[in-house]
């Protein structure tokens, strides 16, 4: 893996919904649309923010949503044309901000021409080979992707289909993208990466690529494929669900799993990304938020922000024809527009990101937990050469709570508290801490 990466902490964004872009069909006024400066404006804040790369959702010609692509090789026009991709990469690189874009590989559009041809032409045929077919003969059918009919899926065992995926990596790699999310990985062979990437990186070493794994053997899946990483899923759900339930069993479980994790690749972590409910919402309870936030920038992994769960965005995905549209909202030109509740909110994130910037081992320090229980968790991680070991606490109770063992010099504090505050080495009600740990006797 690129060794930049493990300084990388991404601010995901859904360029369509976050530019105004209508997603359930064209503008009403036809031709390319301009909107992709508008990401732009916001890169000062994002680096503010501390994160130094940009994880964008679809931004190529597509039929609706940006999963429906129609062109790998187009700029959607509701976004803009080849010199709005060019302007954007300039102003990243001024700010040394990295660039990550979302490859929808498994499938395409039905107005794809390839699957336009395929579905014309029928299976056996030479056209037809582009995508996978369920049935025999007059009764078979193209297949698509749980359950969508507009996404045609692609036949991934043949060569020309790897071909094509090689070539569309290659080429935005070379117009300064510098790696890859990748669309529904866990619907694709791994195998099929192993013929794509070695063509890929022979051209671009330093591009990173990221698997989209929801399910199934995350480790595995890296090793057969040959990606970097994967979207570390399980550690999210357990994230939101403990604290949601006031069950920290289920965070230790997690990150247990997520440590032997470590040994084989470094995951992508994150607690909010364009297809789930906004943490604000999943977590229920206001007070606690931002204790999913400490655990994201205190544990391994290379981190996401999901543009506006810095600013304490709302949002439910709902299972309906348009479902995903209070998680994509549209933002507003500057991020002077934004309304003055959430920044308290950013400037959490910014004290949390701080942390992390001043502790950059944490990236793939394994850690331990401590102590657990339902509405306590203390967690440990030590640097490589054994000099510095930090914990962090978390209380969900409405009681003070004490770790069993005791901490050092309290670090940083919930709320943005002045750390002289309360009792040393307590945690207050609904609170979260990060000590230097004592020294061990």
């Given at each position: ?216 053997d995350y480790a595995a899946y890296v090793a057969e494929s040959g990606i970097d990483s994967v979207t570390q899923y399980e550690l999210w759900k357990a994230v939101w669900s403990s604290l949601a339930d006031r069950n920290f069993y289920e965070l230790a479980w997690a990150l247990d799993r ?184």
């Open positions: 893996m690129p060794d930049w990466v493990d300084h990388a902490i991404w601010w995901h964004a859904y360029p369509l919904g976050f530019t105004g872009a209508p997603v359930h069909g064209p503008d009403a006024d036809p031709g390319v649309r301009h909107r992709l400066g508008r990401l732009a404006e916001w890169l000062d804040y994002v680096v503010e923010l501390g994160c130094n790369g940009l994880l964008l959702g679809p931004v190529f010609a597509a039929q609706t949503h940006g999963y429906d692509t129609i062109d790998h090789f187009a700029l959607d026009p509701r976004l803009g044309g080849d010199e709005d991709w060019d302007a954007l990469v300039a102003a990243a690189r001024d700010r040394g901000v990295r660039l990550v874009l979302d490859g929808v590989f498994n499938h395409v559009g039905r107005d794809h021409p390839r699957a336009r041809a395929a579905l014309a032409a029928g299976p056996g045929t030479e056209a037809g080979r582009w995508v996978r077919w369920t049935g025999d003969g007059d009764g078979a059918v193209p297949e698509v992707f749980e359950g969508h009919g507009q996404l045609v899926v692609l036949d991934h065992s043949q060569p020309e289909v790897a071909e094509h995926v090689a070539q569309v990596m290659s080429h935005w790699l070379e117009r300064g993208a510098d790696g890859w999310r990748l669309d529904a990985a866990y619907a694709v062979r791994p195998e099929f990466w192993r013929s794509v990437l070695p063509v890929v990186r022979a051209r671009h070493p330093q591009a990173w690529v990221l698997g989209e794994m929801i399910h199934g997520h440590r032997a994790f470590l040994d084989v690749f470094l995951p992508q972590t994150f607690v909010g990304n364009h297809d789930v409910t906004r943490i604000a919402d999943q977590v229920g309870d206001a007070r606690h938020v931002t204790h999913a936030l400490a655990v994201l920038f205190f544990v391994a992994g290379t981190p996401s922000v999901y543009a506006g769960d810095e600013q304490g965005f709302r949002g439910v995905k709902e299972d309906r024809a348009g479902g995903d549209d209070a998680i994509r909202p549209e933002f507003p030109p500057s991020p002077g527009d934004l309304a003055p509740d959430g920044w308290p909110v950013y400037r959490e994130h910014q004290r949390l990101i701080g942390f992390r910037r001043r502790h950059p081992w944490l990236v793939r320090a394994p850690g331990s937990t401590v102590q657990v229980a339902n509405e306590q968790l203390v967690l440990e991680s030590a640097s490589p050469d054994g000099t510095e070991r930090l914990r962090l606490v978390l209380n969900l109770g409405d009681e003070p709570f004490a770790p069993q063992e005791g901490v050092g010099e309290r670090l940083l504090r919930s709320g943005g508290l002045d750390l002289a505050e309360g009792p040393e080495g307590v945690v207050p009600p609904h609170a979260w801490a990060v000590f230097r740990a004592q020294a061990s006797r």
